[in-house]
């Protein structure tokens, strides 16, 4: 089976290449909807989130992921230090996922999408390739405004992002550039 990561920058296009890939039958792990389990039912997470970051970022039903996205999206080390919280826990989701039984004789792909897949070395070493999802920025700015962000919201998280998706990154790696979902079929053989 190949382990293949999809990702790049906000408003790419990354959840719909993962959407389209699952209604052709494969799997695909979604890393912000795993973190977001894990915000929800894993209690060590949430203790270790809220001695880094005050218990003002818990909720009754997890974790209150507005605080945490103004916190961290206007502070670098804050960014840092919640993913050194949150990327282990992660990890070993994406470990499980990889390692579950096939649900198919003919299982030959599986996908983890996540967003800042760069910044997560110990995923990155599981994978055998990375999918690179690039659009022009000013289509990501607009897709962004359809989901209530202003524009400087939404610059201030592309910039947040700069450079986090060049091919040497992802060393050792097989990387691919996704600018038309035309290519998929072609990565699929």
């Known amino acids: 089976m190949k382990k293949i990561g999809i990702t790049g920058g906000i408003g790419a296009g990354k959840s719909f290449l993962g959407k389209m890939l699952v209604a052709r039958g494969f799997r695909v792990l979604d890393a912000d909807i795993a ?9 060590d997470l949430r203790d270790k989130l809220a001695k880094a970051f005050g218990k003002e970022c818990l909720t009754e039903d997890g974790v209150d992921r507005r605080f945490l996205s103004n916190v961290v999206f206007k502070d670098a080390q804050a960014r840092e230090r919640l993913e050194s919280v949150v990327y282990p826990y992660l990890a070993r989701k994406v470990t499980d996922f990889f390692g579950s039984p096939a649900e198919s004789m003919n299982e030959k792909y599986r996908f983890v999408e996540a967003a800042v897949l760069s ?3 110990a995923i990155v070493e599981m994978l055998d390739e990375v999918w690179i999802v690039e659009t022009a920025e000013e289509i990501r700015l607009e897709r962004l405004a ?7 919201e939404a610059l201030r998280r592309i910039d947040n992002q700069r450079g986090l998706f060049e091919p040497a990154r992802f060393n050792g790696k097989v990387v691919r550039i996704i600018e038309d979902k035309s290519v998929i079929d072609s990565l699929l053989k």
């Open 35 to 43: 973190v977001h389990e894990l915000y929800a039912h894993d209690k």
């Open 146 to 152: 359809t989901r209530g962000m202003t524009r400087e």
């Open 119 to 121: 910044r997560a070395p």
